[in-house]
């Protein structure tokens, strides 16, 4: 498994929220 990085704004207080696990 390794972490992404998507084309997307990260929302406050989720620091994976910019990343899509895959």
């Not at 498994?1 to 895959?22: C, H, R, S, T, Y």
């Amino acid at each position: 498994q390794k972490w992404i990085e998507l084309e997307a704004p990260v929302p406050d207080g989720n620091l994976w929220a910019g990343f899509e696990m895959v």
